[in-house]
């Protein structure tokens, strides 16, 4: 789909462009008027729309020009017509149009033998707003490409795409940039004894994997002008990479399993936010950290009771080997250590009770850095990647003591309350003394029917990651 952004009147343009109109109500319909075709879309009162109704504004044209096999649409959008808009950047508003746009075209065919593409060829935007326009297009560009470029590798199914896959994911994502990849295999990491990453990838046949990503942008200006040494270090993103959870040898029943190759999610976010960081040419120090194992079951699995020495040193009593993506990200957490980041996200789909707590609307983040959370609220509301903050209290601490080992990776007795908290608790044992935040973003890891978007994979949160770095 070509987007072009231009101060032009509609009226100069061929009929074959669909004019799309905005009507205040009525029910969304294709007039004939003097050989012009207008999809009328409902938008409600202009002084109604905000920055949320007014994506899926965007995406609902494209869903809509693509159900009707529509090629060529026109539509006139003027800021200066929305008052709650206006109160944005015109940049922000032409990045947001377009970014949602392009999201709302996506469709992943890679395993249909007919590809049955978007009809969609083009959209004409006219706007008095020529310059900005333009610039939030180019803006919006380089992070849709990325988003959905997550969304093929989290779409892409278990069997094809495995920890070495994953690797290969990254190196592929970040050809043509400055950013670096390398990968450590099991004989490197049981050097660095990743205990946590190595016990719960042993069972599968091909072995885990520890994918790190590097991008250094010049001048970095939080690292010179600085004497406050906790402001130098990079923003280390880590992403739970689990290319498919069968639940281990306490296996996951029915359809509890049915999309658990999106259970990498966390680290193909990672992987297009380091892309889209490195393609933007960010003046910022990022690395990304992707523990990459398969959750298999065979005779090499861990299981119920055994203890995992942790290369922070701890010890971690396995008691549910269904809860592993904790597990593995426990290690990739202390290895983080070694950059002396001055900022720690974590993105997992860690917890399907983050589901029970918060519907599909939004990822749960915790974190005991009060700014920190008022800061991602902001930036979700910005981006569109919606986050809602969970408790991190001490109060949960005592759930993740285990029986022999000196933590349990579940609560004693199995409790059904508070799995996203204790989840997060957990992994807190692993971050002290770090700038952390943990990212539970299970409940955006598919799409739902008002998203308008393709189904499978939403490609969240990698938008917001981005905009982690622009503003850290
Ligand atoms: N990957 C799952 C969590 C998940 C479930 C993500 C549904 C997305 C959709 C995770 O590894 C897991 O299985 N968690 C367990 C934890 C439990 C054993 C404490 C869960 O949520 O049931
Ligand atoms: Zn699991
Ligand atoms: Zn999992």
Not at 259 to 282: C, F, N, Q
Not at 342 to 368: C, E, F, N
Not at 459 to 472: D, H, K, S
């Amino acid at each position: 789909m070509k987007l072009i952004l231009k101060h032009k009147k509609l009226s100069t343009l061929p009929k074959a462009y669909t004019r799309v109109e905005l009507v205040e109500k009525g029910v969304e319909r294709l007039v004939e008027r003097g050989g012009v075709t207008t999809l009328e879309i409902v938008a409600g009162k202009p002084a109604k729309l905000t920055p949320r109704t007014f994506r899926a504004l965007a995406r609902g044209i494209v869903q809509s020009a693509k159900k009707l096999k529509l090629e060529k649409l026109a539509i006139a959008f003027d800021v200066d017509a929305y008052p709650k808009l206006k109160e944005k950047n015109i940049v922000w508003v032409y990045e947001t149009l377009t970014y949602n746009m392009l999201l709302a075209d996506y469709e992943f065919l890679n395993y249909k033998s007919k590809k049955q593409k978007s009809s969609l060829k083009e959209v004409f935007i006219s706007t008095p707003h020529e310059r900005e326009a333009g610039s939030g297009l180019r803006h919006a560009l380089i992070l849709a490409k990325h988003v959905n470029m997550c969304r093929d590798i989290a779409n892409t199914p278990g069997g094809d795409l495995t920890p070495s896959g994953l690797a290969e994911a990254a190196k592929t994502a970040l050809k043509g940039t400055s950013a670096t990849v390398s990968v450590l295999d099991e004989k490197e990491m049981q050097k660095l004894g990743m205990g946590g990453i190595l016990g719960v990838g042993g069972a599968a046949k091909d072995k885990p994997r520890f994918i790190i990503l590097e991008y250094r942008g010049q001048n970095d200006k939080n690292r010179k002008n600085t004497k406050d040494s906790s402001s130098k270090g990079p923003i280390v993103f880590v992403g739970k990479g689990i290319t498919f959870d069968t639940g281990g040898l306490q296996v996951k029943p029915g359809m509890a399993m049915y999309e658990m190759h999106m259970d990498m999610s966390g680290g193909a976010a990672v992987i297009a936010a380091v892309a889209t960081i490195a393609s933007l040419k960010l003046p910022v120090h990022v690395v990304g950290l992707i523990p990459a194992a398969e959750n298999a079951i065979s005779d090499s699995a861990i299981r119920p009771g055994d203890v995992l020495k942790m290369m922070s040193g701890k010890t971690v009593e396995v008691l549910h080997t269904d809860a592993e993506g904790r597990l593995i990200l426990a290690d990739a957490l202390h290895y983080a250590r070694t950059y002396k980041p001055r900022l720690v996200v974590d993105v997992a789909t860690l917890t399907g009770a983050s589901l029970i707590a918060l519907g599909q609307h939004a990822h749960a983040i915790m974190t005991k850095d009060r700014e920190l959370e008022d800061a991602l609220r902001e930036l979700g509301e910005e981006t569109g990647d919606y986050v809602a903050p969970l408790p991190l209290w001490d109060e949960y601490m005592q759930y993740t003591k285990g029986v022999h080992g000196d933590i349990a990776n579940i609560p004693q007795g199995d409790s059904k309350y508070g799995g996203t908290i204790n989840g997060a608790s957990f992994l807190s044992h692993f971050t002290k003394g770090l700038r952390w935040v943990h990212i539970d973003m299970a409940p955006r890891m598919t799409s739902v029917a008002s998203d308008k978007l393709a189904k499978g994979a939403t490609g969240e949160p990698t938008r917001l990651l981005v905009a982690i770095a622009e503003q850290f």
